[in-house]
């Protein structure tokens, strides 16, 4: 699941990163305004953790900019501001939540994963599908009643598979909610793990349609 962390603060901002990669995230970073509002014109993400005190272009006009654009992704404003007004403008403005400095990682990590989950239309905090379960902030996977342990690249392309069940969701789709900024892709990386998924749940578990991409169907026995 590929996020987006805007943040000035550079130790702040490796903290941040390397956090909510343990937790299972993809991370971009973007240190200020203007390379936010660049990086989020170019990209899908699942969710975006916005500071507000950014240099070029401040967090609530990098907001605003993008509900403008009509763009849906979930933001967690992280800010040192604690007033009530504060937050008060930052939701109105646009905002999905609104955490007060210092955060817990494992705090941050769950209110993002429930952002996700609400902005794909996930009520349940564990996903499942047919025989198929996935427990997002345990990390776990059962097939059938069963353990099945996978690679940190393969769950996370079963979780967004899974996230959106039912739809088809191309190669060029899922390496871009994938892999984040700097990391090397093979080019037939997606091949691979779907094979390696298909061989450690079942076959039918991801369909191949054909010319357009993957798929994990939700009518799935179990």
Known sequence: MRILV????????????????????????APDGVAADLALGAHAYAAVVLDLGLPRRGGLDVLQRLRVRADAVPVL???????????????????????????????????????????RGEAAPVLQVGALRLDPAARQVT????????????????HELMLNAGRVLSREQLVERLYA??????SNAIEVHVHHLRRKLAPEVIRTVRGVGYLVPRNQDG
Not at 143 to 158: D, H, S
Not at 181 to 186: C, K, R, S, V
């Open 6 to 29: 805007v943040e000035d603060d550079p130790l702040l901002a490796d903290g941040l990163q390397a956090g909510l990669r343990q937790a299972g995230f993809d991370v971009d970073h």
């Open 77 to 119: 404003i992280l800010t040192a501001r604690d007033r009530v007004e504060d937050r008060i403008t930052g939701l109105d403005t646009g905002a999905d939540d609104y955490v007060v400095k210092p955060v817990d990682l494992g705090e941050l990590a769950a209110r993002l994963r429930a952002l996700v989950r609400r902005s």
């Open 143 to 158: 097939f059938r009643g069963e353990g099945v342990e996978l690679q940190a690249r393969e769950f996370a392309m079963l």
């Open 181 to 186: 900024w700097g990391e090397e892709i093979e």
